[in-house]
């Protein structure tokens, strides 16, 4: 069971979703950890860093998804998947930057609260759409 859940390529759904879960925590941990260093000791305004540091996290959620999670790939051509995955991402960003600064400024939430909704949001636009568009 160990060696299906972890080593062996999958095209199984739940499989798929459970290795998505465990490599966007690590993911959500490269941003979430940038953002916080980023503010609180670099001093960058909140929405400058959750940029900066939702890149980090979603470059490390490629490696993981190309490496790991989905073993079939929609392009040979390594050039059109990332763009595809850049393009993904950016709409992810949008919906990051729109919910952080949403919640932080109209409902008066600590940016890191915000963040977590933010969260929850884009990692649903993210699983499916990779899912559907980069890795089937």
Known sequence: MVEKL???PT???YIQAFRYVLSG???YTVDYSSL???VEVFKMHYLSAA???FVLGSTT???LNV???FDKRTFNNRFVEISIFAGLAMVG???NQTCIWFFTENANMHYLFSKLIATMIVVIWNFFGRKYLLFR
Do not use: P, Q, S
């Open 6 to 8: 972890f080593r062996k």
């Open 11 to 13: 095209d199984n759904i």
């Open 25 to 27: 925590g690590l993911a």
């Open 36 to 38: 916080i260093i980023l």
């Open 51 to 53: 940029a900066i540091a």
């Open 61 to 63: 959620a490629y490696i």
């Open 67 to 69: 490496a790991w999670v």
């Open 93 to 95: 960003l949008v919906l």
